[in-house]
């Protein structure tokens, strides 16, 4: 029972913290000024308004402006809000747009955070406001839109048949450069102190900004954060093939139902190759899912539900099957077997899929009323704009002449997608530019001491996880092998994870996730947990300044994705290339049941659809990047 005298001091206490928190917003208030902000901008950074702020932001006046605690986010801080240009090209003014939202002064880590951008970029803060983690931190957020608006479609052209070279450039490496180094000089002088740390998180696009700084400007961070990056520009734009396969013929077609049912067959035979059946397949690689015989087949091969024509059945087989030049090697590796399409999201059902069936199987828009797979959508845009400067006469179905076979040279056996010399040169003549996947250029990152960690959902079918096994396998050949990589750089494979989170499998351990078009819950934007095992940040931070590296993460799948329930299901995921291992006893959902055994090298096993889909192959050779 509480006494007057203990009732008083609490009102007192109350009343003085009241007071503190409105001293503290009106501090937050008057340090968030046009004025303020002006004061802070190094030479070539303008202060102001700028016309592609991604979703979530309220508006503001003059490029400064307070938002409230709560407004981006539930349980976001009050932060300032700032937008202008910064200078991406001195000799002849060429800018980039950036956005930052700033803590209070008495909040800030004395830290920086960069927020990689998704998809092609052309915004800031493309996919809406950051995790609000990281705002809770007190990092100071800021992002760019790599120098291009996203309301012009055709932004590689300056005009009819002429590339913007200063456009590609700045999408390529130089806009997110140039926002890091006039960001960090704007951030101490704005909080009148020196940085202590410097931080990157991304993915998708993000993960490839990442990696391009890893690779050209490693002084730039500490810590980089990323995920499934798309880091191979060329080779993912040659993606254009999951759609242009399914033009051969007016049966070949697949709808995302078509996914589906392949997954429920692979899962039935792949999911206890790791010694527990449970629903998850922890390495797809080792699956020996064969379309040919496995996937059933429509009577007389005409088209019905619940089974595949012939046609079909190699569509399908050219997507997880490795994309090869006439002479059968691998230029980019194919898709993972594992969760095609288990409900909506970042699928492979989402990338190939078809909603609509095509109108017309040779003209420049097959799907002209919607319904195009969205590697179409993606792909085919810039390649015609991009590599072959918007010609009125580019038609992918016809133009890049991708053909498909079975067998061949090589050991790709499965019908997969073969491109022409002619094109795959021109390709990546025109995109390396924008490319991040040189292990041979990650030498001095390591060499300074600087921290990488790298994850990758398993069922990402939009961005093949193979592609960055196959770079991290590189870097461990030219860094002493596995062990001694891990010093600098650790990669997680995520299972059940699709395109940077959402999926079957526990997929929520405080990644980022950039990626506009709509993929993301709003409550996978933050974690009930922060500690450095279930927080892919807080493992990057220890690591940087304390020198622990993660030796595992706990990823958690909610209900719903929503945190705020109890978690349907942990588990540990390993440092690749070591695989989860289930101890026996306990229940399969919780984490504490399952173990990373040191040494474990399994996840470098393959089965037949790891054959296919060119996970063994070493890189493409015509990776010269420019």
Same mark, same amino acid.
């Given at each position: 029972?509480?006494?007057?005298? /203990? ?89 980039? &747009? ?5 803590? #209070? ?25 950051? #995790? ?39 999408? $390529? ?11 960090? *000089? !704007? ?38 954060? @990323? ?64 379309? /040919? ?8 091969? @005409? ?66 009323? =919607? ?16 590599? !072959?400067?918007?010609?009125? $006469?580019? &038609? ?76 991290? *396998? *590189? ?108 101890? =026996? ?42």
């Amino acid at each position: 029972m509480q006494t007057p005298g /203990r009732m008083l001091r609490a009102a007192l206490i109350a009343a003085a913290v009241l007071c503190a928190v409105d001293e503290t917003a009106r501090a937050a208030s008057a340090e968030c000024t046009v004025a303020a902000a002006q004061r802070a901008a190094p030479q070539g950074m303008t202060i102001g308004d700028i016309p592609d702020m991604g979703p979530g932001f309220p508006a503001i006046q003059g490029g400064v402006g307070l938002v409230p605690a709560g407004a981006l986010w539930p349980t976001s801080p009050e932060v300032c809000l700032v937008t202008g240009t910064v200078v991406t090209n001195t000799a002849d003014g060429k800018t980039a &747009n950036f956005g930052v939202l700033l803590p #209070a002064k008495s909040s800030w880590n004395r830290k920086f955070m960069y927020d990689g951008c998704g998809g092609n970029c052309g915004a800031v803060f493309a996919a809406g406001p950051p #995790a609000v983690d990281q705002m809770n931190k007190g990092y100071p957020l800021w992002a760019s839109d790599d120098g291009h608006n996203i309301a012009n479609p055709t932004w590689p052209l300056s005009g009819p048949g002429q590339l913007d070279r200063d456009a590609i450039v700045d999408f $390529a490496y130089r806009a997110v450069h140039a926002v890091i180094a006039a960001g960090k *000089k !704007f951030t101490e002088r704005y909080f009148d102190e020196p940085l202590r740390y410097a931080y990157y998180a991304g993915c998708s696009d993000g993960g490839r900004e990442g990696m391009v700084e890893v690779n050209r400007y490693p002084e730039d961070f500490d810590g980089v954060l @990323v995920g499934d990056p798309y880091f191979d520009v060329p080779g993912q734009n040659l993606n254009v093939s999951n759609a242009t396969v399914q033009l051969r013929s007016s049966d070949a077609s697949l709808a995302p139902p078509a996914f589906a049912l392949a997954t429920g067959i692979v899962l039935a035979s792949c999911d206890a190759v790791d010694g527990v059946a449970d629903g998850l397949i922890q390495n797809p690689a080792a699956c020996h899912f064969d379309p /040919r015989i496995d996937l059933p087949r429509c009577p007389g091969d @005409v088209p019905g539900a619940g089974c595949f024509t012939q046609a079909q059945s190699e569509s399908l087989s050219s997507m997880i099957a490795a994309t090869t030049d006439p002479a059968g090697r691998v230029i980019h590796p194919g898709y993972p077997v594992s969760d095609m399409f288990s409900g909506f999201g970042a699928n492979l059902g989402i990338w190939a899929g078809v909603t609509t069936p095509p109108s017309n199987l040779t003209g420049p828009q097959p799907w002209p009323n =919607g319904g195009a797979p969205a590697a179409w959508s993606i792909n085919d845009p810039l390649l015609a704009d991009w590599v !072959f400067s918007g010609d009125p $006469a580019y &038609n992918s179905v016809t133009t890049l002449g991708l053909g498909w076979r079975a067998g061949g040279p090589g050991a790709i056996d499965f019908f997969h997608t073969v491109a022409p010399f002619r094109t795959i040169e021109r390709v990546y003549s025109a995109m390396n530019v924008a490319a991040g996947d040189f292990p041979e250029n990650a030498f001095e990152f390591i060499r300074q001491d600087r921290k990488l960690l790298m994850y990758h959902g398993l069922s990402d079918g939009f961005i093949t996880p193979y592609r960055t096994m196959q770079y991290y *396998k *590189k870097l461990a050949d030219l860094n002493g092998g596995y062990h001694s990589l891990q010093q600098n750089v650790a990669l997680f494979a995520v299972p059940g994870m699709y395109h940077c989170n959402g999926g079957p499998g526990p997929n929520n351990f405080g990644q980022p996730f950039h990626f506009p078009g709509g993929f993301l819950n709003v409550f996978n934007t933050y974690l009930p947990n922060t500690d450095a095992h279930h927080d892919a940040q807080t493992a990057l931070e220890r690591w940087v300044e304390q020198g622990v590296a993660p030796d595992y993460l706990v990823a958690s799948k909610y209900p719903n994705d929503d945190p705020t329930q109890p978690a349907a299901r942990t588990m540990p995921l390993c440092r690749f290339p070591a695989q989860a291992r289930f101890t =026996g006893s306990g229940t399969v959902t919780d984490a504490a049941n399952w173990t990373c055994p040191p040494d474990d090298e399994s996840m470098l096993d393959v089965g037949l659809d790891g054959i296919q889909a060119g996970v063994q192959a070493p890189l493409w050779p015509l990776r010269q990047r420019e």
